[in-house]
């Protein structure tokens, strides 16, 4: 049998959870998918978790990840953009290991994403350091270094020319905005021109659904370092979240 382990990818429309093959990064079933509840506060939250393992009838054994649209410190969010405020300080591995009756391993959801790209999709056999980053309404950020992660990165939330980065070269900027390719690749030129001074990755991956048309912006850019459009798009956090609690480095 396939070793296996669950993915849940907690967002602020969908709580989706997924059992994973670890050795291709597929899907094992089908995707179960609930209603984030509102008010999203942890013990509610973490009561959707619980019906969506017990949907997906998750044996013991099999080593959960869960996601969280928020940096995650030693298992605690200091703070929260897209759930309650109630989230804040809150232990999140002990409210999800209390709730599901097993050990959890709780990480950002760009983290999650991140770390799929390098096992299984765009980065996977790419050595050094890759900067993934997923372009959305912000833009969250993860560093692999040959297969080890640097949890909690916000590359979104640079300075630049006195500006949040997210705030002027998000794709979610780019529609509110109203930008045209042109205009929002001098905007991408800037802002990974720095995060390349700085880093000096080996590779970027850009992830989000705007990865889907990388071919009327990537080619626009000028950079020294290569530059892929992600492959796992809406899966990735899911098998992200279960291949990083069972191994932990790509």
Known sequence: MAQVACGIDIGGSGVKG???????????GD???????????PEAVADVCRAVIDQLDVKPEVPIGVTFPAPVFDGVIPYMANLDQSWVDVDVRALMERHLGRPVVPLNDADA?????VAYGAAKGHDGVIVFTTQGTGIGSAIIVNGTLLT????????????????MASSGQKTVQGLN?????????????HVEFLLNPDLFVVGG???ENHEKFMPLLSLKTPMIPAKLLNTAGIVGAAYYAAHGRA
């Open 113 to 117: 994403a991140g770390m799929a790209e």
């Open 31 to 41: 995707q179960i998918r609930i209603p984030t509840p509102d008010p999203a506060t």
């Open 18 to 28: 997924a059992l994973v093959d670890l050795e291709s990064g597929q899907y094992i």
């Open 209 to 211: 659904g705007v990865s």
């Open 181 to 193: 390719w042109d205009q929002w690749a001098q905007r991408l030129q800037r802002y990974y021109s």
């Open 152 to 167: 909690n990165t916000e590359l979104g939330h640079l300075e630049i020319d006195g500006h949040d980065a997210e705030k």
